[in-house]
């Protein structure tokens, strides 16, 4: 269990500096989960939603879940978060 909370972690760090070299090159979302993907992230660990409900649920409606959906689908990958609708 900790070597696996270990790896999550260093996906994670590694994605954070990935991310600061895309903000440079200014990818677009679907790029962003694209690579996020070739680096091993699990995606449905993560939560983009303003307005999460108590048990981690997405609001679906938020920018952020508006922007995450829409990165999703151009990238042709299916998102994993829990959405409340």
Same mark, same amino acid.
């Given at each position: 269990?900790?070597?696996?909370?270990?790896?999550?972690?260093?996906?994670?760090?590694?994605?954070?500096? =990935?991310?600061?070299?895309?903000?440079? $090159?200014?990818m +677009?979302?679907?790029?962003?989960? /694209?690579?996020?993907?070739?680096? !091993? #992230?699990?995606?449905?660990?993560?939560?983009?939603?303003?307005?999460?409900? =108590?048990?981690g649920?997405?609001?679906? $409606?938020?920018? +952020?879940?508006?922007?995450?959906? /829409?990165?999703?689908?151009?990238? !042709? #990958?299916?998102?994993?978060t829990?959405?409340?609708?």
């Amino acid at each position: 269990m900790a070597n696996a909370i270990e790896t999550t972690q260093e996906r994670a760090t590694t994605v954070v500096q =990935e991310n600061t070299e895309i903000q440079k $090159t200014e990818m +677009s979302k679907a790029e962003i989960i /694209r690579t996020g993907i070739r680096l !091993g #992230v699990d995606y449905g660990q993560t939560l983009s939603c303003y307005a999460a409900d =108590e048990v981690g649920r997405a609001c679906g $409606t938020c920018d +952020s879940c508006r922007l995450r959906l /829409r990165g999703f689908a151009e990238a !042709g #990958v299916e998102d994993p978060t829990r959405y409340r609708k």
